[in-house]
C-alpha cells in the first residue's frame, strides 16, 4: 500500500526555443509601452525646454528655477542677467531658466 510519488519532467530537461520567448515576450512588452508612455514623451519635452532656453535673448521676460520674474537685460553662452526690478539686476545661469513668457499675454515684469 505505498504510494510512490510521480513528478513529472520534460523530456530531456532542455526548454525550447518558444518556451523562452514566450518568457521573454513581457519584459519586452513592458519595455515598449515604457519607452512610448514614459521615456520618449520626456526626452521630447527636454528637448524643446533645451532649445527654448538656448534661444534667450535680450528683452524677453523669463521664470528662473525660484519662480523670480523678469526681464532679460544681457546673454551670453552661460549666464543671463536679469532685472528683476528696476536698477536690480541678478545674474542668472541660463540653464536654471524655468521658463521664457510670451511678450504678447504676459505683464510687464518690472512695472
Known amino acids: 500500500m505505498f504510494i510512490t510519488p510521480a513528478f513529472a519532467q520534460t523530456a530531456g530537461g532542455q526548454a525550447s526555443g518558444a ?31 533645451k532649445t ?5 535673448k535680450k528683452g524677453d521676460q523669463v521664470v528662473t528655477g525660484g519662480g523670480l520674474v523678469g526681464k532679460v537685460v544681457r546673454v551670453d553662452e552661460i549666464y543671463a542677467d536679469v532685472e528683476l526690478a528696476p536698477g536690480m539686476k541678478v545674474k542668472a545661469v541660463k540653464s536654471t531658466l524655468t521658463d ?12
Open 52 to 56: 527654448k532656453i538656448d534661444a534667450v
Open 100 to 111: 521664457v513668457i510670451d511678450p504678447a499675454t504676459a505683464k510687464p515684469a518690472n512695472d
Open 19 to 49: 518556451g523562452v520567448l514566450v518568457q521573454m515576450a513581457p519584459l519586452v512588452l513592458i519595455f515598449v509601452v515604457f519607452y512610448f508612455l514614459l521615456i520618449r514623451p520626456q526626452q521630447k519635452k527636454l528637448k524643446d525646454h
